[in-house]
């Protein structure tokens, strides 16, 4: 077995690697991290070993992995160490992170992840399950009870298999073991994040325990965040140019872009790490912040997934080395602006350019169809959301439905050159069925995706310039493709 990454080998790295200027053999755990995958680790535990480093505090992250062992796995023999591995189109840096203590799999450690969620030294319950790890229904933001692990949490709620489930279920023991108040920070995606968790939550809790659903109003607080890093999926020649650089192995590294936001609402229960000391914005209102990442660089994103994607791009900055893609996110931002009430002292204008540069940087290979996995949860607060206010507004919409478009063109699971695509969603078999039914008719297959609700909501399917917006690109996409529909697209908007 090769020299791993663990705290023995930590002196032998070379010196242009970053090594935790802190003990943290024995720092204790203070935050609980639900959902410990690669966005996490790049992201909050970065700013938290920063704090660490900087002002001290006993905040050591205790992580668990809700679906498999890997992370676990990966990580237990390196010490819970990884390399954070920032790449830009001129420098790459490594920084090896201290701050997860510990990785628990919930599968097989289940007591001791309550034991942790319980614990009073814990302050904090943070989460990045995605969006669909919520369980919600995204168009109405109601937990859904027809969802197979609400609907089992509900039947036997102390086995929880929902992160809705276990939050709750950990509060109950938290109730009774006198573990005290509690905060629960969503990083996750969503519009209000901390506002839906609460709800979600608390209509869970009303189900099961009216008192326990009081005791968590008076005791749990939710902070809305919006949190921002471009971090794609590691592979394995990442791994080996980590092994190159440090010469130990380390079998969990994160790769990310330099960029990094994290902006939180100040509205904790209890005591907090000094974040700020690491450059995270503590503010009284984080929507004007989240509406905006959502609405410009997620926006973008999706789009840019789809279309890239049908146009035969693998990676996103493959995407943005197109000129008329690059128009393309402009044309997106520039409809979406107006529906943004900007933060005071942001430059939206300059904000959209760096997106643009972090989009094109060419040393992060970050895959279309990694971004374009689970279309049924990111539409709504992504693309949807700014197609009704510009409804209400009489905006245009063109080039938000021609990324709707190409979502529908992406689910219905054949590529350009007649290749099934791996549809990868909650509702993909619900995608299929509609692809079944109107194969071949552009306008029918419109209607049919337009009549899952749960996307969609009772407004849009019943609005005639939304509807034929998208049923004229769809067929545009199926009889020219989508680079020439883009290509089109764009020149048009040039000329108008
Ligand atoms: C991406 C996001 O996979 C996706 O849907 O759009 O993960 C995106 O990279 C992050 O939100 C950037 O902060």
Redesign the pocket.
């Known amino acids: 077995m090769p020299l791993l990454l663990n705290g023995p080998s930590l002196p032998s790295l070379p010196e242009t690697v970053v090594v935790p200027a802190y003990d943290f053999a024995a720092l204790p755990v203070a935050i609980v991290h639900l959902g410990i995958g690669a966005f996490h680790r790049a992201h909050q535990a970065v700013y938290t070993d920063d704090a660490i480093a900087a002002a001290g505090g006993a905040w050591g992250i205790c992580g668990v992995s809700l679906r498999s062992p890997d992370v676990r796995d990966r990580l237990g023999p390196q010490d819970n160490l990884y390399t954070v591995v920032e790449k830009s189109r001129a420098t790459v840096s490594h920084r090896v992170i201290a701050s997860v203590r510990e990785v628990l799999f919930r599968g097989d450690q289940f007591d001791t992840v309550l034991e942790r969620m319980a614990a009073p030294a814990t302050q904090i319950v943070s989460l990045t399950v995605t969006e669909k790890g919520y369980c919600h229904n995204p168009a109405t933001g109601q937990l859904d009870f027809a969802n197979p692990e609400i609907a089992h949490d509900l039947r036997e709620p102390q086995d929880p298999m929902s992160a809705v489930g276990l939050l709750v279920h950990a509060l109950d023991v938290r109730r009774s073991s006198g573990g005290g108040p509690l905060t629960v920070l969503c990083c996750d995606?969503l519009p209000q994040n901390g506002r839906l968790v609460e709800r979600l939550v608390d209509t869970f809790a009303r189900e099961r325990d009216r008192a326990l659903a009081q005791w968590i109003t008076a005791n749990v607080m939710f902070p809305s965040t919006m949190?921002?890093?471009?971090v794609p999926a590691a592979t394995d020649s990442d791994l080996a140019e980590v092994r190159k650089v440090l010469s130990v192995l380390d079998l969990a590294p994160v790769v990310c872009e330099p960029f990094r936001q994290w902006v939180i609402e100040e509205r904790f229960a209890g005591s907090r790490p000094p974040w700020e000391s690491a450059g995270v914005q503590f503010v009284s209102d984080v929507a004007p912040f989240e509406t905006m990442k959502l609405r410009l660089?997620?926006a973008s994103?999706s789009a840019f997934a789809y279309l890239g994607f049908l146009a035969g791009y693998e990676t996103i900055w493959q995407v943005a080395a197109n000129p008329d893609f690059v128009a393309l996110m402009r044309a997106v931002m520039e409809e979406a602006t107006p529906t943004l009430k900007v933060a005071p002292g942001i430059d939206v204008e300059a904000y959209k350019s760096a997106l643009i540069e972090r989009f094109a940087n060419p040393a992060l290979p970050h895959r279309t169809q990694?971004?374009a996995m689970d279309g049924s949860q990111?539409l709504p607060p992504r693309l949807l959301d700014t197609i009704r206010d510009n409804l209400a507004g009489q905006r245009p919409i063109d080039f938000h439905t021609l990324a709707v478009a190409a979502w529908m063109r992406y689910v219905s699971g054949v590529d350009e050159a007649g290749r099934p695509i791996a549809v990868s969603d909650p509702m993909a078999n619900d995608f299929a069925r509609v692809a079944e039914a109107y194969r071949g008719d552009p306008a029918q297959l419109a209607r049919g995706f337009l009549g899952l609700a749960a996307i969609f909501g009772s407004d849009l399917p019943g609005d005639a310039r939304f509807v034929s917006a998208v049923t004229v690109w769809l067929s545009a996409l199926f009889s020219e493709g989508a680079a020439r529909t883009v290509a089109r697209a764009v020149r048009r908007d040039r000329m108008s």
């Open positions: 995606n949190i921002d890093r471009i660089l997620n994103h990694q971004i990111k």
